[in-house]
């Protein structure tokens, strides 16, 4: 499954616009789940971020697939995407690729640090 260019909730974005429909990748989910042919889920993200609510719920679906999941990030995973990226049991961000995780409110320092691992994994220590 491929999760590329904005996530698109609950606005319509223009037409030129790369984007990924949520309403689009939830009935792709619940297939994943349910169908018994399909051993697994891989998510392939480059995206810029999008609309937060969207992106929580789409996260929210991937994180409760009991079969197994891994995202891999090539180009960018910014902004919802992060926990786009980390809703999967093992997560890949290739090492050309940015993640991008912005505060709220801009009125302090911000530090920004390189990746220098390329495996998140919740079931490592």
Known sequence: MTIIGQIEGHTVLPPQTKSTKYEHIFPQLVNVEENPNIKGLLVILNTVGGDVEAGLAIAEMINSITKPTVSLVVGGGHSIGVPLAVATKY???????????????????????????????????
């Open 91 to 125: 997560s890949f961000i290739s090492p050309t690729a940015t993640m991008i995780i912005h505060p709220i409110r801009m009125n302090g320092l911000v530090i920004g640090v390189p990746l220098n691992f390329c495996l998140f994994s919740k079931d490592a220590g």
